[in-house]
């Protein structure tokens, strides 16, 4: 078995050929942010001139360490700002360019790495004939902490600027793994999915990728006096003041800098839902909110397969989870999501933490993805799914929550076992409609496969994919739901531009 070996614009990789897929592992895709890169702008990586190989993992992004066996498989990654390596899986036959698959895994901008035992790609590239590609970014404050108003070259956004870094690698590289930067799809799930609509709106990323998987997470940001204030907030707990000596930023211990920003979350928020890193609308990367872009044709053309779980807020809510009242919960998702007054549309739920999962699944998934998939129509094909997916009896999967379908959409069934659940046939062949019906997208831009015809998403029919037992289209699912969410310009998110973050 001969090993496979790729040649990019910065060297030679030598890979593994496993299981008839070859794969690639730990790519740098741009130069170490440290030092005086740390904040900044991510810049190329440096060449090699030896065959370097490229069968191991590379660190992750700094965050809290995983405290459970399901992250990271039970196993103890390295954490390091030098982090910004990818991963590509391609099919071990030659042929024809293949679609290529961009993954953007999510942990609520804080957690995660493309090399997560879930993301495994080699399933997916097999069954589908596709590239795919997983990528790490940085995350927390060493990602999302809004400086670029200090000067000195310290940059905001910069986790979305290494997501585009790695598209950029892909566009200038990926033909050398088999794959045809003509037909790049990104797909991505909950702060993957949300950094994914930034990037449609983003100038930046324009030209990088010609369709979009979102899942489990729309349009999400920061006004810019919001950054500013948490970043004002991080640097006092780093005892810096915005107007002081900010060099110190280049030479502080990461450790540090990783405890200040917990300190300050937990100060801010206590236990509430909050995200204090996330993008940020400002001048030089993100200069208009993602959903007032898309709604202005900033992804036109891209076409989009979005679509939600039916009980994502029971990952967040549940019964023998203790946490803030119905009231609290309310006015942290008014924080969350820039609604002036949520009480209004709160009223048709139960206060009790069933009532508030419900209300999160709503609004802050179903309801945002839906105004998202609306502002897309009529700029590019759109398609809408849901997943409903349930394990009877299971204590977390008895719901179909935030984030349970990936490993049907991988086709990483083996890791159920996790869970403590054993695979069956229905998982296998839900996981089968999955993989066919997003590769199927990556292919020629629309989900339909054979045997599954899958209809587009438009405000007369609203059709939708219900994955579940059984794998069908309904119309407009939840009319009254929806009609409810949507049916108070005060209660729901307005334009943009005349929205109050509060």
Known sequence: MTAPLATTLYGKLQGAQED???????????????????????QPPQS????????????????????????FGGLSPAYSEDCLYLNVWSPAAEGEPLPVMVWIHGGTFVTGAGSQPMFDGANMARNGKVVLV????????????????????????????????????????????????????VFGESAGSMSIAALLAMPAAKGQFAAAIMESGA???????QGEEIAAALLAELGLAPGGDLALLDTLPAARILEAGARMTYKLSGEALSMF??????????????????ASGSASGISLLIGTNLHEGNLFFREERPGESFDQSLKSLELLMGI?????LAKGYPKSWEGQAEFLTDLFFWGSSIALAESQLGLAPVWMYRFDWTVPGHPLLEKAVHGAEIL???????LLKHYGLTVTPEMERLSEAMQMTWTAFAHRSDPSAAGLAWPQYTLTDRATLIFDQEVRVVQDPDQEKRTRLFSSASSWPAPAASRSRG
């Not at 008839?20 to 440290?34: D, E, H, S, T, Y």
């Not at 890193?277 to 200069?287: A, D, G, I, R």
């Not at 049907?408 to 083996?414: A, D, K």
């Open 408 to 414: 049907y959409v991988f086709g990483n069934l083996h």
């Open 219 to 225: 349009a999400q940001s920061l006004q810019p006096q």
């Open 340 to 344: 002036e007054d949520l009480a209004e």
């Open 277 to 294: 890193f996330q993008p940020v609308v400002e001048p030089s990367t993100l200069p208009v909110e993602p959903a007032e872009a898309i």
């Open 134 to 185: 997983t990528v790490n970014y940085r995350l927390g404050p060493f990602g999302f902490l809004h400086l670029s108003p200090l000067g000195g070259g310290l940059a905001s956004n910069v986790g979305l600027l290494d997501q585009i870094a790695a598209l950029e690698w892909v566009q200038g590289n990926i033909a050398a793994f088999g794959g045809d930067p003509q037909r790049v799809t």
């Open 20 to 42: 008839g897929v070859n794969v690639w592992r730990g790519i740098p895709f741009a130069a170490p942010p440290v030092g005086k890169l740390r904040f900044r702008a991510p």
């Open 48 to 71: 090699w001139s030896a065959v370097r190989d490229a069968l191991e993992f590379g660190p992750v992004s700094h965050q809290p360490v995983s405290t459970s066996g399901t992250r």
